[in-house]
């Protein structure tokens, strides 16, 4: 029996929500009121992020494992060929669950695992920044984002709109990045992989990227080859790597448009 912790609203055909690397499913906080009204929406906390525990000891915590681990807890729940949404971690994620079973569409934003062989050092430097600034600096950040240049100075970063987050948005945040017992291992597991194998997917896809991406820079971590040669590349202005709170309604009409294409594949 799985032990993962979610929260499922709303009403309609399944979705599923994965949340991205040192984060939690209240990232999606901000678009889950509107998905609801359309979907049966299931934001999720992967292993050892959130109030989820991490994998056993003797399992790697590579994105694949995540996915048998989501899997899992779908058929508890009786969900069967969701549509998935996943952000940097939870895009790669997302793949790797829709290779083991049937998904209805994939939105994938700032995905990870675009890169050509290993994780790009930039990339690994900004993460473990990151990652020690929140465990050892918390209290810190905690202050400094209470106003709104603080919240850009803390997470400009991730988002591309931080003077538009709420304080409360930022200290859970920071929080959840200082204190998830999964960073470290999930990070390792992931830094000498990268997507491959998933040109044959046969779901409606998305991937997209915020103009205000400066984590997953396009010349390191864009190799879209990797992807079905009918996914669709879309742009979302003015946001970030984490664009769910930077533009709540855009995130939400993208992945809407997503699990209603018409030209199913």
Known sequence: MTNLAFTRTGAGAPIVLLHALGLSRRTWDPVVPELAGHFDVVAVDLPGFGDSPPLPADTEPAPAALAEAVAGLLDELGVTAPHVVGNSLGGWVALELASIRAVASLTLLSPAGLWRSRTPRYA??????????????????????????????????????PTRLTAEYARSAIRSLGTCPGFDAVLRATTARHIEGFTALNAPVTVAFGSRDVLLLPCQSRRLDQLPPHTRVDRLPGCGHVPIADDPDAVAALVVRTATRLDRI
Do not use: E, Y
């Open 124 to 161: 690994l430097a900004s993460l473990h920044t990151s990652r020690w600034l929140a465990r050892h600096a918390g209290g810190l950040l905690m202050t400094l984002v209470g106003s709104r240049p603080g919240r850009a100075l803390v997470l400009g970063q991730t988002h591309g709109r």
